[in-house]
């Protein structure tokens, strides 16, 4: 019989794939099964068993493990889908039989593989299918760009771009409100199609006035009751009370409520084009931050057919009340390769849209302190329901004002339930910029800071003029800090906001530096992660906050043999050297999925 069917019948698989009620017994059952397979495991492989055959050694290179004493071994064997032996080469012979593959890796060397802290997965597939706008340097180029697409589309087609950023622009337009883009020369150049381009953030779209034409969005648009703003939103108008285009926040629901649904192709294709750059990457788990009920059909449907090979751990969209209902019903999905156990909240909108909500105004645009998108009374009565049933709460939360009302509401969540915050696990995405009064909250209330450090090679050029130097210098970006109150920091891209890169995320949290390598010294340089945390922030730490710890994030005996190899030692080149670090293999549950062409 196959070692993994004896392991599997041991581990009591059918535990994984059932709905469970509450979140204690979710964690018994969880600790449970990691007991019992390590058990079954330990004597599977001791020298009495006729089932210590490896079927996978690694030896040659440097085997960086994340245990608690940050172990380095020389050698590594799989059985299957689960780590057999890690330790010095010269004892792994014992391991080797006449099936195992081995695999020389001299000169390189290997980590726990890459989690993805917060993204967003199908966004990335449909990002590569759709007009990409991040490389712009001007708004001309980017209403050139549409112009072509358009030409190869039939009139009345939507045209679907992403990724502009006005900041990063060379040259900015001739005419702007609040620093952002007019529609004008958009209509004109592309008058017979709709136009949605998405923001960079994700926060904030432009549409042109075909596309505002079918929403029904105009100067005296009676569904809008003339109001400029909208609760958590914002439908940005010029003197004259016209559209420029721009919808920011909530209000982006008017405009993307009328774009047409995906099809099944597309969907297939949009995954396949995600999960391969994922494995390109090194990223072995991914923590998609806001899937509908859909989507999470959707993930199903694939993890049935065998074609799910990346595990993912999912956030319930926290803005349809049904789909939580339902779920509150079931209570967690727990699975090796597809689990569903937190909720994502959105509190304020992106920095760069200026729709982060903060304490003081705007350093930029007197009178604006950012957008709260929903009522705090909605996070607290969420955090109730979570902890009842067995959910983590993960919510966005950008501007202090955000992050500050996001921890009351978790803490009074916690005093009215009793629960110590430990024990579930909440999270709070981005942290981007924290009153300093605020910082030591996290470790205090079991709060897990979510962030994305490759934000700060990104924003920090242009964030100082939304903040000014005081709010930077005391809250902004401040990694070092959070981690020396002895919180955990779980590290991600936020993609397709940024790029999949955990390297570069992994320069950009040791260096504070942009990719091109400026300023010298970095930003803020007392808050530069040391490498161990770095890594420990896109490995154990992610591991951690998905309540996964005990069986991946580090490299141990009997855990998943979940493993990305590198060309370069990441953990001791100099740090310019980093960028050009590239994956050559990534293993998923002993499954090689991806090899660098050399």
Known sequence: MEFDNQLQTCLFKDMFMKYLPIRIIAELKFNLLFFVGWTCFSLACTPSSNMDEATLVFKGGTIYTQDAENSIAGA?????????????????????????RIIDFSGKIMTPGWIEGHGHFMEMGYSQLNLDLSTA???????????????????????????????????????????????????????DHPVVLFHVSGHALLANAKAMEIAKIGPLNQEMNNHKKLAGGEIIRDKNGNPTGIFN?????????????????????????????CHSKGITGFHDAGVSQETLNFYQKLHGEGQLKTRMYLMLAGNDKDLLE???????????????????????????TRGAWLLEEYSDQSGHFGHETMPMSEVYQTALKGIEHGFQIATHAIGDKANQEVLNQYQKAFETTGSKGNQHRFRIEHVQHLHPE????????GIIPSMQAIHLSSDRPWAIDRLGKKRILDGAYVWQALLATGTPLINGTDVPVEPLSPIENFYASVTRKTLKGEPESGYEPEQKMTREQALKSYTLSPAFGAFEEKIKGSIATGKLADLVILNQDIMKIKEDQILNTNVMMTIIGGEIVYQHEE
């Open 438 to 445: 605020d910082i030591p909250r996290f470790a205090q209330l």
């Open 249 to 277: 926040e909530n209000a982006m629901d008017l405009i993307i409520g009328h774009l047409p649904e995906n099809s099944l192709e597309r969907n297939i294709q949009a995954f396949n084009l995600a999960q391969k750059a």
């Open 76 to 100: 590594l064997a799989i059985k299957d889908s689960l780590i057999l032996f890690v330790g010095l080469e010269e004892e792994v012979d014992a391991f080797i039989g006449p099936q195992t």
């Open 326 to 352: 339902d779920w509150y019903h079931k209570g967690p999905l727990i699975d090796p390769m597809l689990t569903v156990r937190s909720i994502k909240l959105m509190a304020d909108g992106a920095l760069g």
């Open 137 to 191: 340097a001007t708004y001309e180029e980017i209403v050139a760009r549409v112009k072509e697409a358009t030409a190869n589309t039939i009139p009345g087609q939507w045209i679907i771009g992403h990724s502009w950023h006005q900041s990063k622009w060379e040259t900015q337009p001739d005419e702007t409100v609040n620093g952002l883009p007019l529609h004008n020369s958009l209509s004109i150049s592309s008058p």
